[in-house]
């Protein structure tokens, strides 16, 4: 099921909270799955006396990955066609993020429906820690 | 990176998922996934990341029989050794915080989404690249690469395109 357009306005918006106190265990949870054993998201010592960090922090994917929940939950399953982020701030273990899309333009493509949708994740000090763009067919 | 066969798995996705904290069952439960428009299991967005699993030179995996810059007993395997103080080494054989920059954007283009069965081959063409002067962080040189990931029957699903950044200094917090 998808959005439907005659019911969308430019203007329109969707949030949830992604993520709630962080743990280092959900990052190494994420490294695990997506491949990425960088040091810096799961190896207090090497971050922190090597690369120079105050601790661990989370891969920009996991973000983006949290931060596509909240849009398929908006969009419906199966209905991106583009999804696009800049990592504009670190995310540390502790923080509580919220990912928010607001419709930018309801247009018409090929015989489709589509949104545009901006798109920014923010922590609990309101400082943006992504930001981006997205495309979803609507009915 | 060139990986030549990402087999999309039904229990990869599931793993996947639970490390997004990602709950919707289109995720992991085949007969909720039938009864959708989808009409099978599919994978979220961000999956085609994973594909690193399945590159063998992916320099961010620790692989047998090579030294991994990470902790063992000392803080790191590999990089700033008394030697690497040297000022002839660039900045990215010294800092470890540079052992493959940071991220700093990631696109991906749907053709169509992703399901168990797929049999994927990607590969990675450069893009531009350029610099940039930040307060916080000093010179920034950003790279992109563009990535193709192609089914087993040839057909274009996903397009992604990465920006990475190396930063002259670590960020200031």
Known sequence: MGLKADELNVGDSYSEVIVEDLTRTQIVQYAGASGDYNPVHSDEKFVTEVAGYPTVFAHGMLTMGMTGRMLTNYVGDGRLTYYGVRFVNQVWPGDTLTARAEVSEVREEDGQTLIDLTISTTNQDEKFVLTGNATARVD | ?173
Not at chain 2, 54 to 82: C, H
């Open chain 2, 1 to 173: 990176m060139a990986v030549e066969r990402f087999p999309v798995e039904a229990s990869h996705i599931l793993m996947f998922a639970r490390s997004i904290g990602d709950s919707n069952p289109i995720y992991s439960d085949e007969s909720h996934a039938g009864s959708t428009e989808v009409g099978s299991i599919i994978a979220p967005p961000t999956f085609a990341q994973a594909s690193a699993q399945f590159d063998p030179d992916y320099f961010l995996r620790p692989k047998d029989g090579q030294k991994w810059f990470g902790s063992g007993g000392t803080a790191s395997g590999t990089l700033v050794k008394d030697e690497d103080k040297d000022d002839s080494k660039s900045d990215d054989e010294k800092s470890g915080s540079s052992a493959g920059g940071l991220h700093a954007e990631q696109h991906f283009t749907y053709h169509r989404h992703l399901k168990p069965g797929d049999v994927l081959s990607a590969e990675t063409k450069p893009g531009e690249s350029w610099e940039k002067e930040s307060k916080r962080a000093g010179v920034l040189k950003f790279s992109e690469s563009i990535t193709e990931y192609r089914d087993q029957t040839g057909e274009l699903v996903v397009t992604a395109r990465s920006v990475g950044v190396v930063t002259e200094k670590v960020i200031e917090q």
